[in-house]
Nanobody, 120 residues
Framework: QVQLVESGGGLAQPGGSLRLSCAASGTIVSIVSMGWYRQTPGKQRELVASRTSGGSNNYADSVQGRFTISRIEAGNTVHLQMNSLKPEDTAVYYC??????????????WGQGTQVTVSS
């Protein structure tokens, strides 16, 4: 089994910064990608940012230039640095990992979610 444990999040003022971290552990053969999604009530979960094992990053248009994703491969950890936060960034943020647990066997795994609130 694989576990994704998130940390960070909380309350920030508009224009402020927060940093999210997520660590993957368990039976991990290799990681295809890790990233962050977010969800608000009544809406579908949406991609915020992702990073592949090859080092390619993908960002939602709404966070491009403000958020930065980085990954520490040795620790199977991914970080999301969120700058210039806006009230519309308020959501529950979920860590995602596409992970091989055996040769030829991969699944998408999710963290428990962490609340980010941007408000003055």
């Amino acid at each position: 089994q694989v576990q994704l444990v998130e940390s960070g999040g909380g309350l920030a003022q508009p224009g402020g910064s927060l940093r999210l971290s997520c660590a993957a552990s368990g039976t991990i053969v290799s990681i295809v990608s890790m990233g962050w999604y977010r969800q608000t009530p009544g809406k579908q979960r949406e991609l915020v940012a992702s990073r592949t094992s090859g080092g390619s990053n993908n960002y939602a248009d709404s966070v491009q230039g403000r958020f930065t994703i980085s990954r520490i491969e040795a620790g199977n950890t991914v970080h999301l640095q969120m700058n210039s936060l806006k009230p519309e960034d308020t959501a529950v943020y979920y860590c995602n990992g596409r992970i091989y647990t055996a040769p030829g066997r991969w699944n998408d795994y999710w963290g428990q979610g962490t609340q980010v609130t941007v408000s003055s």
